[in-house]
């Protein structure tokens, strides 16, 4: 959710609460007392209810845009883990095959019969293309 966003649904919220407020104002009071009382049921049940908490409370933005991952931290951790696992699996092979590149060209300049001085010759272009034909 962007910052737009969220203030917009700020101020939705705001008008309905003050929606409600203003109904409120013209219930008979037999009403108005028993939403009173299955408000107060309400929040004695909710009040008893266990909270999980996972990590501290984020503050401001923050603590909004983690809202919906605090419910499925066991997920996260397994998803953070395959992908942590992934990246090291691509990295090895990527590395593994440069390494094996590298020591091939080792293996084929100290085997050859020219001297590795002779690679570094400024001709040695052109005198290569000359023998491969």
Not at 92 to 99: H, R
């Amino acid at each position: 959710m962007t910052v737009e966003n969220i203030r917009k649904n700020d101020e939705f919220a705001s008008k309905i609460a003050a929606l409600l407020q203003e109904s409120t104002q013209e219930l008979d009071s037999m009403t108005a007392e028993k939403l009173l009382l299955a408000r107060k049921e309400a929040l004695a049940h909710f009040a008893d209810a266990p909270q999980e908490a996972w990590a501290p409370v984020a503050a401001g933005r923050f603590g909004r845009l983690l809202e919906p991952f605090s419910h499925n931290l066991v997920a996260g951790v397994a998803l953070l883990a395959l992908l942590v696992s992934l990246a090291g699996l691509v990295a090895w092979q990527t590395f593994g095959q440069q390494g094996s590149e590298i020591a091939e060209i080792d293996e084929a300049l100290l085997t050859d019969e020219l001297p590795i001085n002779a690679y570094l010759e400024k001709g040695f272009d052109s005198w290569a293309k000359r023998q491969t034909r």
